[in-house]
């Protein structure tokens, strides 16, 4: 049997089925995944909520020979719009249950239509990011109004729940770092580990801080790499990118990145004291012209690198003229 060209799903291991889904922006696919358990299927991460993606989702149902109202539970590794973003029709649609991590429907709250916050505006300021830059960048709610459609789930995440999905087991392992309650999926008879963005082969995903509230994600991100090296893996089924198998290997690769990036942070306020602003366009090779879209985030990943060393003890802050300054910790 052939498949129609415009059909991208591959039954990448017995059972389990990898569907290609279109983004409208970089990274241009998200891989979500079909799991065959017998008696049932599960679905792990729905795709962005726009035409193209719930079409081509709907053709590979047809191709892996799965009827909608196969598929009985809908898990979710985060609630960003690639992943949680059509989490509400498909609910409707297979009358499944959904799974998602109660950090991550906090976060979900985030995505809503709406302007950015005075609380917002203000951080943004105090961490060096130039204020006529804001008006030009819309909030997340106004960027993804369309593309968002969050499903209320039925059941909180907890790390290591078990979940039925008809013959097969799933564990859910707590990875936050990339989002506070995001969730690697690990089927541990099989080997197999569906790790949302928390264990990319060919890109590192974002690790950002981009409120005074959101604690250490890069000291998470790094203790959840530790916790998955862990597990026994032989196959990785990312959200973004190819199937891979040597999980331990990435792990350590990104340990390394980030190390590197951190000392490469640190060598640049050494210099002088600066903003986060200031140290982001200088670690990640961008001017004040370059597109916003880059230096907002470099700006958040910045300050996770630098508040990570500050709980190291090797960067400190402190505050002039309402703008937060970093600096190297030294003995005093
Ligand atoms: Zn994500
Ligand atoms: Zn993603």
Known sequence: MTEPAEVKVREVLPGFHLIYLPLPMRPTIVNVYLVDGGSEWGLIDTGMYTAESVKAFRSALDVAGCPPEKIRKIICTHHHPDHFGTSRPYQELCHAEVFLHPLELARVASFRAQARSPETVRFFERN??????????????????????????????????????????????????????????????????????????????????????????????????????????????????????????????????????????????????????????????????????QQFPATFETLAHLEQMRLQGRTEKFEVDDRVLWRPKTAH
């Open 128 to 293: 060096g990011i130039p204020i006529e830059s804001f008006a030009k960048v819309p909030s997340l709610g106004e960027f993804w109004r369309n593309m968002y459609a969050p499903a209320q789930p039925d059941h909180p995440l907890a790390d290591r729940d078990r979940i039925a999905i008809g013959e097969r087991t799933l564990e859910a392992v707590w990875t936050p770092g990339h989002s506070p309650g995001h969730c690697v999926m690990y089927f541990r008879s099989e080997k197999v580990a569906v790790v949302g963005d928390h264990l990319l082969p060919k890109i590192t995903p974002h690790v950002g801080i981009v409120s005074d509230d959101d604690g250490d994600p890069l000291g998470d991100f790094l203790a959840s790499l530790r916790k998955v090296g862990e597990l026994d893996v032989e196959t990785v089924l990312p959200a973004h990118g190819p199937v891979y198998h040597d999980h331990r290997k990435r792990v350590t690769q990104l340990i390394e990145f980030h190390d590197y990036r951190m000392q490469v942070m640190l060598d640049i306020v050494r210099g002088r004291p600066r903003t986060a602003y200031d140290v982001a366009l200088e670690a990640f090779d961008l001017t004040p012209q370059s597109p916003l879209q």
